[in-house]
């Protein structure tokens, strides 16, 4: 039975994933999970009617959202998780299409996030993300994704770069465009774009544009210990709170998950977690059910967020890279993050709440701490509450080859933090 459920699981999140090749699908695959669970859409630019027992959620930009349900009785404080919809990957610049050489249509890119720039050559990639254009009642925006192989990076053979096994140091400028078509080939990626938009290419007035790993999820090992696909960073905990909220009804607080935007280059937009977005949310659910603003701020004393976010995995080639003693591992369970500095927002007080969380939910817990002389990256944890102040832990599941264009994580721990979320959103 566990095997069937964790297969069943893995399945569910395989098709999220896939499915979600930009920070827009991903939310709109969100938003159709939380439309099938009977949440009500509401809109930012309209008054909400909210009620007791009411599960809502709304959506800032199309590429981030918030969810919540109210319990039947006035609320205590919000348990609260956090986790982010975007991944690195390339953008196509505003004037994208380049003609090399008179019989090669390129794609001009640049980096979103922290890549490893390596792992996107030879690989089959796609176009996905928005389209903005006039329709009948004002400014449109669609989803649109090419699905087809429609794009490679090549790699220089290593007869024309003999040290290439050596190390090469990659241009994002010159060495990653991408090769979409022959010289008769130009203009008809965009054009295929605009037809499912429903429009002419020049009626396009806007285009956020992403290339996207066609590689799908899948289970690896001899022993499907794990699974690999393309970004498991951030993916797998935007589903799994969004699932874990679906499953359980709050009793004595306002259950929320957020899924924000533009995490991997710093948070700083109007749908990151350093905007304003949750804090917006908070304060209009208050409102909603009568709440005065003194009552808000010790609702907020009461409350707690978990900021999901994934882990670096001891790795098997390089044990050197990772702590003497903090070293998580995959399929051991959820990854407490901790930073002298603060780069995680874990203290021992948030630590002993997530600890207990995973005591009750019958789940295992491990640490994990940057080598001292490593800087290490951070997450939204800090960053939110900038703009919301609450008790905080960052979490994550542990990976190998973070922000590679496929990546490698522990096959059960999903089902780890979905049961260990549902315990929280039980309280």
């Known amino acids: 039975m566990k095997k069937r459920k964790l297969q069943n699981e893995l399945q569910a999140l395989f098709q999220f994933i896939d499915n979600s090749p930009t920070a827009y699908h991903a939310t709109a695959n969100l938003e159709k999970m939380l439309d099938d669970a009977g949440y009500v859409r509401l809109e930012e630019k309209e008054k909400w009617g909210i009620w007791p027992g009411g599960k809502y959620y709304v959506n800032r930009n199309g590429s981030a959202v918030i969810a919540f349900a109210i319990p039947e009785k006035k609320p205590r404080g919000f348990h609260m998780t956090a986790a982010h919809s975007d991944s690195p990957c390339f953008k196509l610049k505003e004037a994208a299409e380049v003609v090399a050489n008179d019989c090669y249509v390129k794609l001009n890119v640049e980096k979103y996030g922290g890549m490893i720039l390596s792992t996107w050559l030879d690989r089959p990639l796609s176009i996905a993300g928005r389209l903005v254009f006039r ?162 701020r010790c609702m907020l004393a009461e409350s707690f967020l978990i900021s999901a976010d994934n882990a670096h995995a001891l790795h098997p080639n390089h044990p050197e890279k990772a702590d003497a003693a903090n070293r998580p591992l995959m399929n051991n369970g959820i990854v407490i993050k901790y930073h002298g500095s603060q780069r995680y927002a874990t203290d021992a007080l948030s630590a002993a709440v997530m600890k207990d969380i995973c005591m009750q939910a019958g789940v295992l817990y491990q640490a994990y701490a940057n080598r001292s002389d490593i800087a290490g990256g951070s997450t939204l944890g800090n960053i939110s509450t900038a703009q919301v102040s609450v008790s905080t832990v960052d979490i994550g599941l542990a990976q190998l080859a973070m922000h590679s264009a496929f990546e490698t994580a522990g096959a059960a721990d999903v089902g780890y933090l979905i049961q260990a979320l549902c315990a929280f959103y039980h309280a």
């Not at 295929?192 to 938009?197: G, I, T, V």
């Not at 948070?267 to 804090?279: I, N």
């Open 135 to 296: 329709g009948k009642q004002g400014l449109e925006s669609r989803l649109v994704n090419l699905e087809k192989d429609a794009a490679i990076i090549p790699n220089v053979a290593i007869h024309m770069n003999r040290d290439m096994n050596k190390g090469v140091e990659y241009n994002p400028q010159t060495d990653m465009e991408a090769v979409i078509g022959g010289a008769d080939a130009s203009g008809a990626w965009l054009r295929e774009l605009a037809k499912q938009a429903g429009v002419a290419d020049c009626e396009i007035l806007g285009a956020d544009l992403f290339l996207y790993n066609r590689d799908k999820c899948r289970i690896i090992g001899i022993d499907d210990a794990f699974i690999a696909g393309p970004r498991l960073d951030d993916l797998e905990c935007a589903f799994a709170g969004m699932t874990a909220l679906i499953k359980e009804m709050p009793e004595e607080y306002v259950n929320v998950c957020a899924v924000f935007d533009n995490e991997e280059v710093g948070s700083g937009t109007k749908q990151g977690a350093d905007s304003t977005f949750l804090k917006d949310v908070l304060e209009r659910i208050c409102g909603g059910l009568g709440i005065d603003a003194e009552e808000y």
